[in-house]
């Protein structure tokens, strides 16, 4: 969508006849798959199983080419799909939803069929792995490079992260704090601005920029806003979860 403007549905045929995507998307499209992912990376990283319904999982299915175009023209960012594992003070955020990435950013980079493992040490900092993520070859060059690690040591342990569990407590969703990008379509009348930031505010959501688009008089107007951190909670309660994306 990103590399060619187009609809959802159309990328999602093409990749799907490449082999990129089952018959049936829903896993890949819904971040289901990517959160598979994340359960394994995060036993690894902190040594803490999270199963899938304990934590927030939203796809990619909603985006829309005007979300692409005005980010990356307006915002200087690009929408990736992020698998997220935190531990900040004791506390883990486990997460995977789409994420606005400043183009700077080493995530930015990661297109195509192409999967990314971004780590922030202590010591060393970042840290990125990149290789194939789907298709028939890379999957199976995976599954027999596991099938020889095993072979080779039997009694090698399964689980190669920390041996102490930092975790102390599992942060819902609800409590996670960021910045959000908010696009939703409104009458073109006087007031309408208002009232929409009146709403943000009276959930304690603070508005950092607000942009709309010109349309034909009569059709409703774009507006694409982005807001001032804060907790989920607080967006939930302003405009539900299905109209936003988080920012990075």
Same mark, same amino acid.
Do not use: W
């Given at each position: 969508?990103? $590399?060619?403007?187009?609809?959802? &549905?159309?990328?999602?045929?093409?990749?799907?006849?490449?082999?990129?995507?089952?018959?049936?998307?829903?896993?890949?499209?819904?971040?289901?798959?990517?959160?598979?992912?994340?359960?394994?990376?995060?036993?690894?990283?902190?040594?803490?199983? /999270?199963?899938?319904?304990?934590?927030?999982?939203?796809?990619?299915?909603?985006?829309? +080419?005007?979300?692409?175009?005005?980010?990356?023209?307006? @915002?200087?960012? =690009?929408?990736?799909? @992020?698998?997220?594992?935190? @531990?900040?003070?004791?506390?883990?955020?486990? %997460?995977?939803?789409?994420?606005?990435?400043?183009?700077? #950013?080493?995530?930015?980079?990661?297109?195509?069929?192409?999967? &990314?493992?971004?780590?922030?040490?202590?010591?060393?900092?970042?840290? *990125? *792995?990149?290789?194939? &993520?789907?298709?028939? *070859? +890379?999957?199976?060059?995976?599954? /027999?490079?596991? =099938?020889?690690?095993?072979?080779?040591?039997?009694?090698?342990?399964?689980?190669? $992260?920390?041996?102490?569990?930092?975790?102390?407590?599992?942060?819902?969703?609800?409590?996670?704090? !960021?910045?959000?990008?908010? %696009? @939703?379509?409104?009458?073109?009348?006087?007031?309408?601005? #208002?009232?929409?930031? &009146?709403?943000?505010?009276?959930?304690?959501? !603070?508005?950092?920029?607000?942009?709309?688009?010109?349309?034909?008089?009569?059709? +409703?107007?774009?507006?694409? *806003?982005?807001?001032?951190?804060?907790?989920?909670?607080?967006?939930?309660? !302003?405009? $539900?979860?299905?109209?936003?994306?988080?920012?990075?």
């Amino acid at each position: 969508m990103t $590399g060619e403007g187009r609809e959802f &549905g159309d990328v999602l045929k093409k990749a799907q006849k490449k082999g990129y995507a089952e018959t049936d998307p829903t896993f890949d499209v819904e971040g289901y798959d990517t959160a598979h992912k994340l359960v394994i990376l995060t036993i690894l990283g902190f040594e803490t199983y /999270v199963e899938q319904k304990n934590f927030h999982v939203e796809g990619i299915s909603k985006i829309t +080419p005007d979300d692409i175009l005005f980010t990356k023209e307006e @915002l200087k960012s =690009c929408i990736k799909l @992020l698998a997220i594992a935190k @531990l900040v003070d004791g506390e883990l955020e486990v %997460r995977v939803h789409p994420t606005l990435v400043p183009e700077s #950013h080493l995530l930015a980079s990661i297109n195509g069929v192409f999967n &990314g493992v971004y780590i922030v040490g202590d010591i060393v900092g970042p840290v *990125m *792995m990149y290789s194939p &993520g789907a298709g028939m *070859m +890379p999957t199976a060059s995976a599954v /027999v490079g596991d =099938c020889m690690d095993i072979i080779q040591n039997m009694n090698k342990p399964t689980a190669y $992260g920390p041996k102490e569990n930092r975790v102390k407590a599992l942060k819902g969703m609800a409590d996670v704090r !960021s910045r959000y990008y908010i %696009r @939703l379509q409104a009458t073109d009348k006087p007031g309408v601005l #208002h009232s929409i930031s &009146g709403i943000l505010s009276d959930c304690n959501v !603070s508005l950092e920029s607000v942009n709309q688009k010109q349309t034909a008089k009569g059709e +409703p107007v774009p507006i694409f *806003m982005v807001t001032h951190e804060a907790l989920e909670k607080k967006y939930e309660c !302003s405009c $539900g979860q299905d109209q936003r994306t988080g920012v990075c």
